[in-house]
């Protein structure tokens, strides 16, 4: 509190993300990053904007890259919106088309981002409680609202919901817009930008953060109705014209060009997840059904946060949330197949004493 903030600011709470530790040894499965570079195609097209045109601003629009990300996904240029990272989308979303006088609705356990734009933006919400295996029950959702966001596969508990459900949620709310948070869709699940044609009240927000391997460039994007579009391109030019620098809007349009490498870099993922999976299975942990690249995992006979605190000293940095419901769980991102070895030969070590 001071006498010299605003109102506003003096009754925020702010975002915590997870830590992103100077020291480079750590084996670093608490943020969702993807452990494997970015396509060198990528590395390439950024490369090559290094150079004097820098003096100059970027396309304010990003032609290019909505060109690109619509040809890729199959709708038209007006449907596509770019921002400097998914929750900068998710921040215009929010004061674009989530206000209303109706509350707010999403999960209990869900993105804790949702609760922080609220409050900056004025959104009054209602948390809708996951059923008891951790599952959006859209059903649950039938009740006065202004709009409905949720992750899809959720976070953390890395469930997907099925497109079929999802389609029933915007059926059920034709008046309301529907935001489907696809951070993690590529690791498993069906995208509902197959919708976003027949459901103009949809809209679908992705990042080139976690399956492009590109959470330190900043870039994710919106695919919906370009009316829906259009509100958040008013935002987006009342506050910042240039979201993406130059390098940015250039390494995004090469990754949609690298469909091989992204293919493979997922599958090899998802191998790893269901392999990580079945053996903390084996050690006696409970490990939800994952549809991300994270697993989300609790043991009946020991405490989340003593574990957490034990695999630090491993120099093995897992997430916990000091969260109801979900305090006995550890969210661990999946690593390369020698890091999760690591994980896994710690956790034998710590378990057995
Ligand atoms: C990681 C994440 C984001 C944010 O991704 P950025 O594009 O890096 O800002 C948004 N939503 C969910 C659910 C996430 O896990």
């Given at each position: 509190m001071s006498r010299f903030w605003s109102t506003l600011v003096n009754k925020l709470t702010p975002y915590v993300p997870g830590e992103q530790p100077k020291l480079t040894s750590l084996v670093k499965l608490n943020?969702?990053?993807?452990?494997?570079?970015?396509?060198?195609?990528?590395?390439?097209?950024?490369?090559?904007?290094?150079?004097?045109?820098?003096?100059?601003?970027?396309?304010?629009?990003?032609?290019?890259?909505?060109?690109?990300?619509?040809?890729?996904?199959?709708?038209?240029?007006?449907?596509?919106?770019?921002?400097?990272?998914?929750d900068e989308v998710l921040a215009h979303a929010f004061a674009a088309?989530?206000?209303?006088?109706?509350?707010?609705?999403?999960?209990?356990?869900?993105?804790?981002?949702?609760?922080?734009?609220?409050?900056?933006?004025?959104?009054?919400?209602?948390?809708?409680?996951?059923?008891?295996?951790?599952?959006?029950?859209?059903?649950?959702?039938?009740?006065?609202?202004?709009?409905?966001?949720?992750?899809?596969?959720?976070?953390?508990?890395?469930?997907?919901?099925?497109?079929?459900?999802?389609?029933?949620?915007?059926?059920?709310?034709?008046?309301?817009?529907?935001?489907?948070?696809?951070?993690?869709?590529?690791?498993?699940?069906?995208?509902?930008?197959?919708?976003?044609?027949?459901?103009?009240?949809?809209?679908?927000?992705?990042?080139?953060?976690?399956?492009?391997?590109?959470?330190?460039?900043?870039?994710?994007?919106?695919?919906?109705?370009?009316?829906?579009?259009?509100?958040?391109e008013r935002v987006k030019n009342s506050f910042n014209s240039y979201p993406l620098d130059k390098v940015a809007l250039a390494g995004a349009a090469a990754s949609f060009g690298d469909e091989a490498y992204f293919q493979e870099k997922c599958q090899v993922i998802i191998a790893t997840r269901e392999q990580l999976s079945s053996q903390m299975r084996d050690l006696g942990f409970e490990v939800l059904p994952s549809a991300a690249n994270f697993i989300f995992a609790r043991h009946p006979q020991h405490d989340a946060a003593q574990l957490a605190a034990a695999l630090r000293k491993h120099s093995i940095i897992v997430r916990h949330f000091k969260q109801d419901r979900i305090e006995q769980f550890l969210r661990i991102s999946i690593g390369t197949d020698a890091e999760c070895k690591l994980l896994v030969d710690a956790l034998h070590k710590l378990l057995s004493v």
């Amino acid at each position: 509190m001071s006498r010299f903030w605003s109102t506003l600011v003096n009754k925020l709470t702010p975002y915590v993300p997870g830590e992103q530790p100077k020291l480079t040894s750590l084996v670093k499965l608490n943020t969702n990053e993807n452990p494997y570079a970015p396509s060198p195609k990528v590395l390439q097209a950024m490369q090559a904007e290094l150079a004097d045109t820098l003096r100059l601003y970027p396309d304010p629009n990003g032609d290019h890259l909505k060109a690109t990300i619509a040809k890729y996904h199959g709708v038209d240029k007006s449907q596509v919106f770019l921002g400097n990272g998914s929750d900068e989308v998710l921040a215009h979303a929010f004061a674009a088309l989530l206000q209303h006088d109706a509350p707010l609705l999403f999960p209990d356990i869900s993105y804790s981002f949702y609760p922080v734009y609220c409050g900056l933006f004025g959104v009054d919400y209602r948390q809708v409680p996951l059923d008891a295996e951790f599952a959006i029950c859209v059903e649950d959702y039938d009740q006065h609202c202004g709009a409905i966001i949720f992750p899809n596969p959720n976070a953390p508990t890395a469930k997907l919901l099925p497109l079929a459900a999802v389609e029933s949620l915007l059926q059920r709310h034709p008046e309301q817009v529907v935001l489907v948070d696809e951070a993690y869709i590529d690791f498993g699940g069906e995208s509902a930008i197959g919708l976003v044609d027949h459901y103009p009240n949809l809209l679908v927000v992705q990042t080139l953060s976690k399956s492009r391997s590109l959470a330190g460039l900043r870039v994710g994007f919106a695919i919906g109705h370009a009316d829906l579009i259009e509100a958040l391109e008013r935002v987006k030019n009342s506050f910042n014209s240039y979201p993406l620098d130059k390098v940015a809007l250039a390494g995004a349009a090469a990754s949609f060009g690298d469909e091989a490498y992204f293919q493979e870099k997922c599958q090899v993922i998802i191998a790893t997840r269901e392999q990580l999976s079945s053996q903390m299975r084996d050690l006696g942990f409970e490990v939800l059904p994952s549809a991300a690249n994270f697993i989300f995992a609790r043991h009946p006979q020991h405490d989340a946060a003593q574990l957490a605190a034990a695999l630090r000293k491993h120099s093995i940095i897992v997430r916990h949330f000091k969260q109801d419901r979900i305090e006995q769980f550890l969210r661990i991102s999946i690593g390369t197949d020698a890091e999760c070895k690591l994980l896994v030969d710690a956790l034998h070590k710590l378990l057995s004493v």
